[in-house]
């Protein structure tokens, strides 16, 4: 005879073996609810630490799960935000060939949702629009001037602002910093916001010293910082031969002559005859 | 009979049942002995045949050749992919290879013939769950090391190469290159990796937990890995329902109870997701990963300890 047969039979400390047993499972039901409610704290503060540590992306909403699809989605949310992101980024690279610049920026708005914090996606999402796709549009003969110069430049500012929320996502990365300024001076012509986002990119840490150099650069080109632009430009060229570029002999000898700098004072050495 | 003899024979106690030696040393060298079975039981089913599929992925994924990608961004698909496999297939595999072990004893009475000896019920279940763990470490550290091999070969040619476009292409300062270079290095093999790779491997070990406790429930293995592929995934969903117990006060009482309960007894698998953020180059420092294993301990003693008092008195 088992205890299921007549598990009334089956004593032990004068406790039935049924009610033993469900005693057991009650209690093991109870330990999981208390463990439960004693982690939920410390699971809390970890997430918060996690999020401090940038470990964790803000939470997908449903406008993600409808572009994704159901299983890329539920792939995303199982820890495998990066992967699915790694294989829009190859998605994306056949909407470039077919020139779809439309599906192009949707596959990159979701790449950058999915890990905000990964800068390359930032950077050459806005490549894609600020360069490839306003070129497209401008250099298309089929189209009319005004819509061409209407549609790329839009495609032009849509590459800025992606740029900007790629910033706004990753204060601390250079490169996004000296694109923006790129994107000022190649597309805008806009000396002034281009020497200023060099500055910038350049303080940052793990700036190459170019950044330096071309903030002073662009200084020099903007109306009214001439002056600003020499200081700077002497004083990249007093730090030594490594900052002693053609650029930078150039365009300090054009503000000698446009700010009419004494001979004496001038930072570069004579011109022999 | 000399004192060790005596020392070995088992004790029989009055009502003709064997006393279990006592003592954690006793146990310990039980849990031990059973670790080890189980070790080799999995072995002989052949599980490690998913490294290889795992080797092959690891190697096609470094070929991958996307033209306009990167440097930075060849290693970024590589490492995705291979943490990414990393961790799918010892998840897999931790549900799995648990949810085989005790339906498999049953079947064949193996169970029945361990607890006709003085084997506690405990004994027997932690045995099971370290040797299950013992094998999803030796399968983390191999796939580790294929990962680590290929990524390093790989990061190697990178560098090679756009170094030497870059030369090539003229333009190019000392400094440009230096910091070229760096940001490669960056994206290629590094300790931090280390961490990503250890999460995996807690995670797995909770898996592994509370596969083992839904095993001493079921009757089949069919039943456990269904019901740990479901935990699985509400794990991964805990903590939306642990928001929402907190937060939504004004949602119905059932909708609260319910979300509730999701979020006391299942485990919140998020916490172990760090590979999103390691791969971005996000740094992990010590002391998180400190309480990320501690809390993992406590995993697998609770569900370890709900498993015996769930299994004590099941009727094999």
């Known amino acids: ?273 | 009979m000399s004192s060790r003899e005596a020392d070995r024979k088992p004790r029989v106690k009055p009502g003709g049942t064997v006393a279990t030696r006592r003592g954690i040393g006793a146990s310990a060298g039980r849990i031990g002995t059973l670790a080890g079975t189980t070790f080799l039981q999995l072995l002989r089913m052949k599980t490690f045949y998913f490294l290889l599929i795992f080797s092959i992925l690891v190697v096609v994924a470094s070929t991958f050749n996307v033209l306009h990608h990167t440097g930075e961004q060849h290693l970024k698909l590589l490492k995705d992919v291979a943490l990414g496999a990393m961790s799918l297939f010892t998840s897999l595999f931790a549900i799995v290879a648990t949810a085989l072990l005790i339906p498999s004893d049953l079947e064949d009475r193996t169970l029945q013939t361990i607890l006709a000896k003085p084997v506690p019920r405990y004994d027997y279940i932690l045995g099971k769950l370290c040797g299950v763990i013992l094998v999803v470490a030796v399968s983390v550290v191999v796939m580790d090391l294929i990962f680590g091999a290929v990524l390093y070969a790989r990061e190697e040619m990178m560098v090679a190469a756009e170094l030497a476009g870059a030369t090539e292409s003229g333009g190019f300062a000392e400094e440009d290159l230096a910091v070229l270079e760096e940001r490669l290095r960056s994206q290629g093999l590094n300790w931090n990796l280390q961490n990503a790779v250890a999460a995996i491997f807690l995670k797995s070990c909770v898996i592994c937990a509370v596969t083992m406790l839904v095993s001493t429930i079921a009757s089949t293995s069919l039943f456990t890995i269904i019901v740990g592929f479901v935990i699985f995934f509400i794990g991964h969903l805990q903590s939306v329902a642990r928001d929402y117990w907190m937060h939504a006060l004004d949602a119905g009482l059932w909708k609260r109870l319910f979300s509730g309960l999701v979020a006391l007894i299942f485990p919140d698998f998020q916490i172990f997701n760090v590979v999103d953020g390691v791969v971005a180059g996000e740094v992990i420092p010590l002391g998180a990963m400190t309480r990320m294993a501690g809390l993992t301990i406590l995993y697998v003693m609770v569900y370890s300890m709900v498993a015996y008092l769930v299994f004590a008195d099941r009727e094999l």
Not at chain 1, 149 to 172: A, D, M, Q, V, W
């Open chain 1, 1 to 273: 005879m088992s205890p299921a047969d007549n598990p009334g039979i089956f004593r032990k400390n004068g406790m039935s073996y049924r009610l033993r047993r469900n005693l057991k499972r009650a209690a093991a039901g109870l330990v999981l609810l208390v463990f439960g409610i004693g982690r939920m704290s410390w699971e809390g503060s970890m997430e918060e630490e996690w999020k401090r540590l940038q470990l964790r992306a803000g939470g997908l909403d449903l406008g993600v799960r409808e572009q994704l699809g159901q299983m890329s989605y539920l792939a995303a949310l199982g820890g495998f935000r990066s992967l699915v992101a790694s294989f829009l980024s190859v998605k994306a690279f056949n909407e470039w060939e077919n020139v779809d610049w439309v599906k192009l920026e949707s596959t990159y708005g979701l790449m950058t949702r999915l890990q905000p914090r990964v800068a390359g996606y930032w950077e050459e999402g806005a490549w894609h629009l600020a360069y490839n796709a306003s070129a497209f549009y401008l250099l298309n003969e089929e189209m009319s001037p005004g819509v061409r110069r209407h549609l790329g430049g839009r495609y032009i500012r849509k590459g800025e602002e992606f740029l900007r929320e790629g910033i706004r996502n990753n204060p601390e990365e250079y490169l996004l910093r000296q694109r923006l300024a790129e994107i000022y001076r190649n597309k805008f012509g806009d000396h002034c916001r281009a020497a200023d986002e060099f500055a910038i990119a350049a303080r940052l840490e793990g700036a190459p010293e170019y950044c330096r150099r071309f903030a002073a650069y662009e200084m020099a080109d903007c109306e009214g910082r001439e002056w600003e632009a020499y200081a700077a430009l002497a004083g990249l060229y007093g730090e030594g031969v490594r900052h002693r570029k053609p650029t930078l002999l150039a365009k300090l000898g054009e503000l000698e002559e446009k700010l009419s700098i004494p001979e004496a004072k001038r930072v570069l050495p004579e011109k022999g005859p």
